[in-house]
Every structure is written in C-alpha cells, then in structure tokens.
C-alpha cells in the first residue's frame, strides 16, 4: 500500500529502529572497540590492540567459559529433552489429572529462575534439605552437592533441567496434537505394537518438534546467568563458570571493561553461529 | 495391562512427585516457624499454620515498594512494546517505502541478540547519562521489542488492505488505524505479546541486578535473593516465604491464561 504522506512510514518506524539501534546494534560495535582498549572504569582508557583475547586465551578464562557453558548446554538440551518427551508421551490424554500435571511441569518454565535456584539450595541444603536427607535416608554416599567442584555444573544443570523441561513437553505435546489420529488406528489394525508405531509414526512426524526445541533451548542454556550467580558464583574454583557469569564478572568485580568486551565479542560469535544453525535446521524443516 | 499404558503412568507418577514435590516444600516450609524448622526439619505438615514468616519479611525490607517497583517495571516495559511493535508492525507489513528491507532486516537482526550480550556497553552508556537507579534504565532498554515487532507484522500480514483503505477514505488518521481500528483485530497477538513480556520482566533477575543498587529501585527477584545472601544463615522459611511472594502472582497470571501462554511458548496461531 502506498503510505498517505511520504514520511509516515519512518515516523512509525522511528521509534522501534531507534532504541533497537541504541540498546542492541551500537552496543556490538561498542564491545568490539572497547574489547582493543585496557579501561578499569577510574583512568583514562588504553589502547592495547589484541591483548584482552590474547591473556583471557593463555590463561585459559576463554576456554574454561566455553566449556563450563559446552558441558552444562549438553546436559540441560539433553536432559529437557528426554523427559519433555517421555512426559509429552506420557501425558497425552484427556482428563484432569493429566492436565494438572501438565500444567505443574510447565509451570516450572513460567516461575523465576530466582525462585527456582533458591528452592533447589534449600532441598539441597547439607545439614536440613530434603534432599540430602533423601540421599542420607538410602544409605548412598554424602555429596556436596554445590561445594563440590567436579559435581557442582552438574547440578546447575539438573536444576536447568527441572526448570525447562516444561517448555519441551509442551513443544512436543503440541507436535503430537498434529498427527492424525487415523496413522495411529491404521497402524493398530495392521498389528504393530507401540514401539513400532512410535518409531514409524510418531518419532518421524516429531522430528521438526525435536529441532524446534532442541536449537531453542541450547540458544537459551547457552546465556544461562541467574543459576550460576544465585547458587555457586561461579565456583568452586571457577568450576561453574558460565560465560555469561565470567563477562558479568570481569566487568562487576574486576573493574576490567576490555576483557569483558572481549568476552562479549567471542559470546556473540557464539550465539550468532548457534543461531544460524537454528535458522538452518528451521529451514530443512520446511523442505524435508 | 499393556507395557507401554503401565509405563505411561509411572512416568506421569514420577512427574508428579517431581514438579509438585519442590513447590509442596516451598509452601510448607514458608509456614513453619524458626525452631520447627530447626527440630523437624522434614516433617510434611506445619505444626500450625503461621505466616509469622510471611509477617517478618514482610516487616524487615520493605516488600511492598519491590512489588510496585516490579509490577510498574513489566507493565511499562509490556504497554511500551505493544505501543511501539504497532506502527512498526503496520509499516513493516503495510506499507512501501524505500529501505523497507533494511529495516526489517534489522529487526530480525534484534531477534537474535539477547541482553546478556549487550549488557557491558549499554550499562557504561546509561551511567553516563544519569540512568543507573532509575526506572527508565530499567525499562528504556527493553521498550522496543524485535519479537514483538515481527509478531505484529505477521499477523498484519492477513488483515486486508481494503479495511485500511475504507478507514482512509473515511478520513482516519494513521494514529487511529492503527491504535484504534487494527489493535482490536490483532489482541490474541497483543495479548500473548503482552503475557510473554509481563512474565519475562516480573521475573527478570539478570537486568536490575546490573542496573540498580539503591534499594528505592530494587525489584523483588533481587529483593528475594538478597534474602538469603543477607546471611539469613538457616533461617530458610524466611527464604520461602520471600519465594512464595515472588511467585504466587506470575503462577496466578499462569492459571488464569495458561492457554495463551502455552500459545505463545509454542509459538502456534500467532
């Protein structure tokens, strides 16, 4: 349609392209510049050229981020997806019950990860968690859960895993919704067993589901911060340090805006590879 | 009974116990008092029902202010995005103009760009300029919204143009088109726009807690989880309690409108 004054449509634009420009487009070229500069906030900014990504690669900060973030991604999509699936299955029926419990996994996805976090140190609080009672009660050894560092990511992710599961269930359940029942019925009268039908029917007519979620909820572990800071700050020993946590740190308690700019450029590398990987996977949906 | 039937609901069983359980000792422990807690930690029941927990959060920070501070924050921060994602949408959908492409391609651009991406330059640019400790930090930076601007502009896509034209004939201004004649077409859009971003905002911890150190300011998924940082030591009903106030009312909002939500998530019919 032709617009009725020639500026209208910027005027309707302006306002969206401006504080988007402002608050997410000027902000990646900010990072990268300041990402060449040493600046503690108090003196004068230097330029240092690559020396920001050269010290957070050689003393390892680089690395450990990316793969303390690899480690606890693969076990949250994992782990989400498993029993996103198994309770969509599960849960696939009418009734009341099913739908209670529907809504009480899901709700899970709907609260604050501040409420979430801070449930799970009380469950797993040493000395009164129900937890750790649980574990004490079943003769099984005593763990510190948060406090120990090669055990501690695993437990954010279990977290994780309890918080988002709700979201897969609920991709996967809509996905089943659009098979024809009759697949299923034709399948019965022909004899096959529900193995069969759900690796010939099912499980193939739920791929799309699985991609949609699975790129969805990697895109979203991967930026993952509330978790780390509320129930570890990072520790031990940097154990779960996530990468949004180590910028959050090198910026809030470090005072050093190069590095967490240098951060910032390599993260957003990161979640734009991931995304054209989801935006690829979208596509092949479209096609296959 | 069939395997698979008897699987199925051991499996519905296990995510009962799992999903109920936690929110079941949330509740329960936000009613106990200090030296219940401390004996009979596991106990499921509450010797009475007490909310002196509730009443000493209450009266040790001043929680009210946090919920109006929360509340105002992901009102603003949701009326301001549907306020702006609807000329946007209308251009993007509507109209021809030159560099109709690059501003689109632009606000998918947004889409992929998350705050904790953006946060460092943009929290050193609002302390230049006065924002940090304010509402307008907390809310300016999320008052346009990519997604909520793609959304607006799909769904205008189906509305035809004949129902514009006749407006325009009518003599409408674009303002009252857009606000006033397509607004009401679009609400289930509006309104999931409107859910997912209250929810968002309401349970944001990553943002105030960059942006705010005054406690004037402070919202309550910061409030909460100062709780128990505060050295509240074992003192965990008290911790409950301050996580029962930081729920309930999203789990309320999540009752009333869990079909537009669940439409939402699942990014269907939008």
Avoid at chain 1, 71 to 96: C, E, I, N, Q
Avoid at chain 1, 116 to 128: G, K, R, Y
Avoid at chain 1, 214 to 233: E, H, N
Avoid at chain 1, 249 to 271: C, H, K
């Amino acid at each position: 349609m032709k617009p009725a004054h020639r500026a209208e449509p910027y005027w309707m634009l302006a306002p969206t392209l401006a504080l988007l420009g402002l608050f997410f487009l000027y902000p990646l070229f900010v990072a990268t510049k300041q990402s060449l500069y040493s600046w503690d906030l108090l003196t004068p900014a230097k330029y240092v050229g690559f020396a920001n990504y050269q010290v957070l690669w050689e003393r390892g900060e680089l690395w450990r981020a990316f793969r303390n973030t690899l480690v606890y991604s693969s076990v949250v999509v994992a782990g989400s997806m498993t029993f996103g699936l198994a309770f969509a299955l599960a849960l696939d029926r009418p009734g009341k019950v099913a739908g209670f419990v529907r809504s009480a996994v899901f709700s899970a996805y709907v609260v604050s990860w501040v409420a979430v976090a801070l449930l799970f140190m009380w469950l797993l609080d040493s000395e009164m968690g129900l937890l750790s009672r649980l574990v004490a009660f079943l003769g099984l050894p005593k763990k510190n859960w948060l406090g120990d560092p090669d055990i501690a990511i695993y437990t954010l992710a279990v977290v994780s895993v309890w918080k988002i599961t709700g979201y897969a269930m609920i991709v996967f359940l809509a996905g089943l919704q659009d098979i024809p029942p009759v697949l299923h019925e034709a399948a019965s009268l022909d004899g096959a067993g529900a193995l069969v039908r759900f690796s010939r029917i099912t499980w193939p007519l739920l791929r799309p589901s699985a991609s949609f979620v699975g790129t969805t909820s990697l895109i979203i572990s991967f930026q993952a911060f509330d978790v780390v800071r509320i129930m570890t700050q990072g520790g031990p020993v940097h154990a779960t340090e996530l990468f949004v946590y180590a910028i959050y740190e090198q910026i809030f308690m470090n005072l050093r805006v190069g590095r967490a700019s240098a951060l910032v450029v390599v993260f957003s590398a990161l979640i734009l590879g991931l995304t054209a990987l989801q935006l690829r996977v979208w596509r092949g949906r479209g096609t296959a | 009974m069939k395997l698979h039937l008897v699987l199925s609901r051991v499996l519905a069983l296990a995510a009962a116990i799992l999903w109920v359980g936690p929110y079941w000792w949330m509740l329960i422990t936000s009613f106990k008092t200090l030296p219940e807690l401390l004996e009979s930690p596991l106990s499921p029941w509450p010797a009475t029902l007490t909310f002196s927990a509730y009443r000493e959060v209450w009266l040790s920070v001043p929680m009210a202010r946090y919920l109006a501070n929360t509340a105002l924050m992901a009102l603003q921060i949701a009326l301001l995005q549907i306020a702006l994602a609807l000329p946007a949408g209308f251009a993007l959908a509507k109209l021809h103009f030159v560099g109709k492409k690059i501003a689109f391609g632009l606000v998918l651009v947004c889409l992929l760009v998350p705050a904790q991406v953006t946060f460092v330059p943009v929290f050193l640019f609002l302390g230049q300029v006065g924002l940090v400790n304010t509402m307008a930090g907390l809310v300016l930076p999320f008052g346009a919204s990519a997604l909520g601007t793609f959304l607006v502009r799909q769904a205008l896509l189906s509305v035809p143009d004949e129902l514009i034209e006749a407006a325009r004939l009518d003599g409408a201004s674009d303002a009252y088109i857009v606000y006033v004649l397509l607004a009401p077409i679009l609400r289930p859009t509006l309104a999931a726009l409107f859910l997912l971003s209250f929810v968002f905002h309401w349970n944001d911890y990553f943002w105030p807690l960059v942006m705010t150190t005054d406690d004037r300011i402070r919202t309550i998924p910061l409030a909460i989880a100062l709780l128990r940082e505060q050295g509240t030591g074992v003192r965990w009903h008290l911790v409950m309690a301050g996580n029962v106030i930081l729920s309930a009312p999203i789990l309320v909002v999540f009752a009333l409108t869990q079909k537009h939500l669940i439409r939402a998530v699942t990014a269907k019919g939008l």
